[in-house]
């Protein structure tokens, strides 16, 4: 049962959210779309996906601590977890509330949407970076191949983060007409 908490996890924030975010970004890790509505129903067919794997994610490690009658919430990982899900359900909702708005979406929604969704991303892979030092990983897995994925996990955060920052300061760049 546990080993199916890191499985969904990693699948929700590496693969989906991820390239869910990067559809709105000049590195489109491996879906191409070409206009902005394909990209849009995309990242919401993506982030809806990330939502439900991460759900069933956590579902898995909070019956597995009740399985085995173990502690919630006792390390870092754990409330960097909490945070990130709750960020989820609030990105959600504010994102669900963009698509009700459009066409006309007012700037600053987007702005925020952006940001909460950046916000939401970094708790998610801090998270998955802090199970780099749980007992589970520590006990089971190769030293070198975990300094290989922390070091992905890392250099995959920058490639979005800064991706998302550029794209930000291109939208807030007033035209020169």
């Known amino acids: 049962l546990f080993s199916w908490?890191?499985?969904?996890m990693a699948l929700a924030f590496i693969l989906c959210m991820t390239q869910g975010?990067?559809?709105?970004?000049s590195t489109k890790f491996t879906i191409k779309a070409t206009?902005?509505?394909e990209r849009v129903n995309i990242h919401?067919?993506?982030q809806i996906l990330a939502n439900l794997l991460a759900l069933l994610g956590v579902s898995a490690i909070?019956?597995?601590k009740y399985r085995n009658n173990a502690n919630h919430l006792v390390s870092y990982h754990a409330w960097f977890g909490l945070t990130a899900m709750i960020l989820i359900l609030i990105q959600t909702f504010g994102g669900l509330r963009l698509l009700n708005e459009m066409p006309i979406i007012p700037y600053n929604s987007k702005?925020?949407?952006?940001?909460?969704g950046l916000c939401t991303y970094l708790a998610g892979m801090t998270t998955i970076y802090?199970?780099?030092?749980?007992?589970?990983?520590?006990h089971i897995i190769n030293l070198k191949i975990v300094i290989i994925f922390k070091s992905a996990t890392i250099v995959?955060?920058?490639?979005?983060?800064s991706n998302v920052i550029q794209r930000m300061k291109k939208k807030s760049k007033p035209s020169q007409n």
Do not use: D, E
Request: charged fraction near 5%.
């Open 62 to 64: 909070v019956a597995n």
């Open 21 to 25: 975010i990067s559809l709105f970004s």
């Open 156 to 161: 995959l955060v920058v490639l979005v983060v």
């Open 44 to 46: 919401k067919l993506l």
């Open 35 to 37: 206009t902005y509505p």
């Open 5 to 8: 908490h890191p499985a969904l």
């Open 130 to 138: 802090l199970a780099f030092y749980s007992n589970w990983v520590v």
């Open 111 to 116: 702005i925020f949407h952006i940001a909460l």
